[in-house]
Every structure is written in C-alpha cells, then in structure tokens.
C-alpha cells in the first residue's frame, strides 16, 4: 500500500472519532478535490474503530446491480445508468448484538464535493441503494444503513430480545453510518466532505431528527419529510385507525366507501380557497361532517350506515385516552381517505402491530384489538424511553453551528398525521428561540400521500433549496411540487404549483392556467 495513503487513513480515523465533526475538518486543513486521490480497492485496508470494510471495488451500472428491491409501495427510483462510482460496504459492531451494515458510494468523478446520507422506511432493515442513487446522480458521496438488522419495513421481530438492535435502530446505526462514512469519503478523496446532508422521510425524517437532536454537528442541513416525533403514538394511532374499521375479523368500511369519503370531502371542501381543482388546500379549515353520507331508508346506494359513519368519525378524530380525554395522536385529515385502507382494511395494521407484539408485549400473537390507549401507551412511552423517539424541540446546538432544517408533510397523508409536523415545527420555534426563525422552514403538500404521490403536486427538489440555504443563506420561501400522472412513462407534469413556507399558502393570481405554479403566489392565510 502507497505510505501516504496509509499516513492519511491515520489521520482522518484518529480526527473523525476524537474530534467532532466540525472540529474534525477544520483540523485537517485542507478542502475536499473533486476527485480522488486514492485507489477504490486501498480502502479494503482502513482501519476505522468497530469497523471491518467488507468491499471496496470500483463499480459501473454494468458491473453492479443491488439486490431487489422488496419494500411495499410504489416502484423505486433506478439504479441503473450510474456512473463509474467507488463502491465500499463495512460491518460495524459497536455493541456485541450489533451488526450495523452500510454503503458508501462516491463519483469516481464530476464529485460535489458533498456528502448525503438517505434515510429508510418504516422498519426497513435494508440499504435503500435506489434512494442512493438519486443523490449520487446529483454528484454527491453518498450513504445508507439497513440500521443494524436485516428485514423488511413492515417487520419489527428482530426487537424481541436484542434490546442493542433496537438502540441500534433508534439512533445508534445512522451516527454510527455518519461519521464511518465521512471518514471512508476523507481517505478516498484526501479530505473530507465540504458540506454534510442528510434526506429522509417517514421513519427516515424521524432518523434526521434524531441527529439533530443527539448528534447537532453531524448535518449541515437536513431534510425530514412525514416524521413521528413520537414515535409510540403514530404506532398507536395505526392501531386506532384498525380497531376502528373492524368488527370482529371483518372490516366496517370497504375501499368503494374510502373512494365515496374521499369523494365527499373534495366536494365539501375543494372550493375553500376559491379554486375547482381537486384539492383541499388546506384541510385545516375544511369540516366535513360523514354523517352527510348516513343512509336515509332502505336505500344502502352511495351512503354510509351508521357504524360506518362512526368509523369515519373515529379516524378523522384520531385516538384518544379513554380515561383522560387526552389526545393521544392527531387523526387523519379531509382528504386522505384513499389511503385509509392501509392501516384500516388488512386482518392487521403491519408496521404498528408489529412494534406492540415485539417491542411492548413481546407476543408475536398479540391482537390488536387489545390495545389498552391509556396503560398500554404508558407503557410503550416508557420502554422507549427516547430510544426511537426523536421528540425534543431543542435544536439550539443544531442551530448554532448554521444548521439548517426543512421540515415537509404531506396534507393527504393515510400514515401519520400531518398536524403532527406542524406541531413539532412550533415546538422548535418556542424552545429554540429566536435561532429557529432563520433556521428551520415547514412546507406542507397539498393532496400528497405519504412522502410522495396523490392527487397533489409531490415531485420536487428539496436538496437544492437546502444547499442553497446551508452554502448561500438563500432561505428558502417557495418550492416547485410538480404532480406527475400514474402513467405518465415520460414523466411530464400535468401540473405544477407552488409550496409555500408554512403558515404561508399559495393563492391563485387570478389569470392564467390553475396548472402552472407562476400563477401562483404565497401569501398569510
């Protein structure tokens, strides 16, 4: 091996683990090139504390595929037509249960000179090598984990008796993945990354969180889109949305009575912000009563009897503590309906059962028609204990080293409650003072799912806004969402619109098309 690689790898080890980050690039004295200085192969032999590199080989879209994509939801981004990247896999054991897997991928050339990490899903104990080929195609180095155990995202077995792997997938693999990959980027392109993001949604903007708030210097800026800051009670609320749509094995509400909600909610409420395209705005102020659909006579045709209209009630309701009144969990919004079944119509919600039989009860034939939502919620509350809950507004620390922060939710989000995301946002701003103004913006989507897709624009740009932010203090007051339709093979938009920097929303100008966002401009509410 060449001396002074083996004399960099050295260093950047010894600055990455007793220094932190910040400190750690400042001290090495030198700003990251554009293209490597080192083999892809050399890095087989760096030495990196609980870390045993695993691959490192020079790759193409010809040589490497990654292995299937299984994950439930819509198709994933492709990973093909890459270009020639540094590919470098390790094992880290930080713990003796631990076996936290990651991939590093970095441009052999055209490199940023940037790092961004991608987030995971649900339980998802995989990489999401799709999710890292849309950064790298970007120019950037960038890294995934499968967060310390292998399975899918709707699987939380590998909990029951690995108390580690659970701290490994609350927090502990993604830092770990952090600053491992920093250090693998260093040694390969002779300095380290100028610039450190991290993009995630769901259970991966809940893992942003979770650096901002234990780790604040390891992210310049970080995107967290559909997160659960609590994460025990989106779990409760899966559980709420099932107990609520069941009568016995069979379910209350079918998916034709999804589509008539649904269909019933845009008529009631499309036409609050003065426009006729489908979509609630904001469904905040939109109040759509179900007992509109409640069946009059014998007449059982595009109506809802009254089990059904009290199904409905519950979910918009969200749950509460039978015994206090205390809203445990926000309920779902106008407009989210064609997403109820998820939760709602299977024998059992599968990622939020899955957290109650092997987290809480360690019963892999727990039911859950027996959740208790006063004690039962407790308890789950204190086996948690922090661990996966990402739930402190104090981002003060974040902040100060010129954090930057973009929160995004979809309005039609089935999963997790949307007024959720607004309410961390708040909480951010009263607890982390007046840092948090410029600091931390929240964009809310309307007709989104959850972190993509539906009936509203969701195709958009975050990373350039952040960086924009992060590297020229450009805050960012708009971003273009684009709505591009389900068979659409080119991907042309059918329709753009603008998000607006909450509590801002966009307002139609009057003339032009209702389908191009330049006709729209933001304004206060």
Not at 406 to 433: E, M
Request: proline share 8%; aromatic share 10%.
């Amino acid at each position: 091996m060449n001396p002074r690689f083996l004399h960099r790898a050295t260093r950047v080890s010894t600055c990455i683990f007793l220094l932190s980050p910040s400190l750690c690039v400042a001290s090495l004295g030198f700003a990251a090139p554009l293209s490597p200085t080192t083999p892809c192969e050399s890095l087989l032999q760096l030495k990196l504390p609980d870390t045993t590199i695993t691959v490192a080989k020079s790759e193409t879209s010809e040589s490497y595929r990654p292995p299937a994509w299984n994950e439930k939801g819509p198709p994933p981004p492709s990973t093909t037509d890459l270009l020639p990247f540094c590919r470098v896999a390790a094992d880290i054991k930080p713990t003796p249960d631990s076996n936290i897997k990651i991939e590093v991928w970095m441009p052999v050339s055209g490199w940023n000179g940037k790092f961004e990490a991608v987030g995971n899903g649900g339980w998802s104990g995989r990489i999401w090598y799709p999710y890292m080929a849309l950064a790298f195609r970007k120019g950037y180095a960038t890294a995934s984990t499968d967060t310390g155990h292998q399975g899918t995202g709707e699987d939380a077995s590998f909990a029951m008796g690995h108390p580690e792997k659970v701290v490994d997938f609350g927090y502990r693999a993604v830092h770990e993945m952090t600053i491992k990959a920093r250090a693998i980027i260093a040694a390969y392109y002779g300095g380290p990354p100028k610039f450190s993001y991290w993009d995630g949604c769901s259970s991966g903007g809940r893992q942003g969180l979770t650096e901002a708030q234990r780790y604040p210097n390891d992210y310049d800026g970080i995107i967290a889109g559909a997160f659960a800051p609590k994460f025990t009670h989106v779990m409760a609320n899966g559980v709420w949305i099932a107990q609520s749509n069941h009568n016995g094995e069979a379910v209350v509400l079918s998916n034709d009575d999804f589509a008539l909600l649904h269909r019933a909610a845009l008529d009631s409420c499309d036409l609050l912000d003065g426009l006729k395209d489908g979509l609630i705005s904001n469904p905040s102020d939109c109040h759509f009563d179900p007992g509109k659909l409640l069946c009059k006579g014998t007449d059982r045709s595009a109506c809802l009897t009254h089990p059904q209209v009290e199904a409905a009630e519950k979910i918009y309701a969200g749950p509460t503590n039978p015994r206090t009144g205390e809203q445990v969990f926000p309920g779902l919004e106008p407009g989210s309906e064609l997403g109820w079944f998820i939760s709602g119509s299977f024998p059992e919600p599968p990622v939020a059962a899955s957290y109650f039989k092997y987290l809480v009860f360690h019963d892999p034939a727990w039911d859950f028609r027996k959740l208790n939502f006063d004690a039962d919620i407790a308890l789950a509350d204190k086996l948690d204990n922090g661990v996966i809950a990402a739930a402190d507004p104090d981002l003060r620390k974040f902040f100060a080293h010129g954090g930057k922060l973009i929160l995004y939710h979809g309005w039609s989000d089935p999963l997790i409650s949307p007024q959720n995301t607004i309410s961390y946002y708040k909480n951010v701003l009263h607890a982390s003072g007046n840092q948090a103004e410029t600091s931390v913006r929240l964009f809310m989507a309307p007709g989104m799912d959850h972190c993509g897709g539906g009936e509203g624009p969701f195709a958009f740009d975050m990373e350039d806004a952040l960086s924009q932010w992060v590297e020229q203090n450009k805050a960012p007051a708009l971003i273009v969402a684009a709505h591009l339709p389900a068979d659409s093979a080119s991907h042309v938009p059918d329709r753009t619109r603008p998000l607006c920097a909450y509590p801002r929303v966009a307002k139609y100008k009057g003339i032009g098309s209702i389908d191009d966002a330049s006709n729209f401009v933001c304004m206060k509410q």
